[in-house]
């Protein structure tokens, strides 16, 4: 029986899963730069980028990681969920114009306390695998409109 005090909404179950996805454009990239100071060469300067390993233009890390802020905080395990502590490995860049799916699944669940571990992955429309890892996130209980 689920604790309702530790999880009012419910708690969520092992196994479980979800996704959103979003079209990553030029303007996340200058909106992140404004939020984080990040004018790395590599996401402005198409010359310096394309004589990378990228061979061009990438978004930031943290534009890339931002999808999962979202699963994780609407979704799954849903409103008045923060992260603890997270484990990411970017494996492939994300260039403007991709569109990249986020997605979590329910690895491990406390009872005694609002706590789950996550598989995460972020992947881009053509199947690649640009982010994996794990995530434990506290979920707290919200006051009701």
Not at 11 to 23: E, F, I, L, T
Not at 61 to 67: F, K, W
Not at 109 to 118: A, F, G, Q
Request: net charge neutral; aromatic share 6%.
């Amino acid at each position: 029986m689920t604790n309702t005090k530790v999880w009012p909404r419910g708690m969520p179950g092992v196994g479980q899963v979800a996704r959103r996805s979003r079209k990553v454009e030029v303007e996340d990239i200058r909106r992140f730069t404004e939020m984080s100071g990040d004018r790395n060469p590599l996401h402005y300067d198409e010359a310096a980028a394309k004589a990378t390993r990228f061979g061009g233009i990438v978004v930031q890390g943290g534009v890339t990681s931002a999808i999962l802020n979202a699963v994780v905080a609407e979704d799954l395990p849903g409103p008045g969920t923060v992260f603890l502590q997270v484990e990411w490995r970017f494996t492939a860049p994300v260039r403007p114009g991709d569109t990249i799916t986020g997605a979590v699944e329910v690895l491990e669940v406390r009872e005694d306390k609002p706590i789950t571990k996550l598989a995460t992955s972020v992947t881009r429309d053509d199947g690649t695998v640009v982010l994996e890892g794990t995530a434990t996130c506290y979920t707290m209980a919200l006051p009701r409109p």
